[in-house]
Nanobody
Framework: QVLLVESGGGSAQAGGSLTLSCVTTMTTDAMGWFRQALGGRREEREGVATIHTRRGIHYADSVNGRFTISQDIVKNTLYLHMNSLKPEDTAVYYC?????????????????WGKGTLVNISS
């Protein structure tokens, strides 16, 4: 069992920055950040940024160049640094842990999820 606890969400204005953190009980072969629009379904979560031990890092086109995923293995913490925020970035952000088979396009392929943290960006 892997426990994931997100923090760092909140409100910001467009153009601003936020950093999300996810503390885990262990680091797995794949870690990632997903987001779910308010009122959206779990199956519609967007894979914002993922990091695989062997396949490297992937970013959604919508955040590429603005968001950066990183991890501190010693602290068992995953980060999402978000810059140049836009109102369309408003969502609940979830941390996920999976295996090397986990895919950013398929939420079902991820084994463990945090409870999420809300990010609200105003224009």
């Amino acid at each position: 069992q892997v426990l994931l606890v997100e923090s760092g969400g909140g409100s910001a204005q467009a153009g601003g920055s936020l950093t999300l953190s996810c503390v885990t009980t262990m680091t797995t072969d794949a870690m990632g950040w997903f987001r779910q629009a308010l009122g959206g379904r779990r199956e519609e979560r967007e894979g914002v940024a993922t990091i695989h031990t062997r396949r490297g890092i992937h970013y959604a086109d919508s955040v590429n160049g603005r968001f950066t995923i990183s991890q501190d293995i010693v602290k068992n913490t995953l980060y999402l640094h978000m810059n140049s925020l836009k109102p369309e970035d408003t969502a609940v952000y979830y941390c996920a842990a999976g295996s090397d088979y986990s895919d950013h396009r398929d939420v079902r392929s991820w084994d463990y999820w945090g409870k999420g943290t809300l990010v609200n960006i105003s224009s």
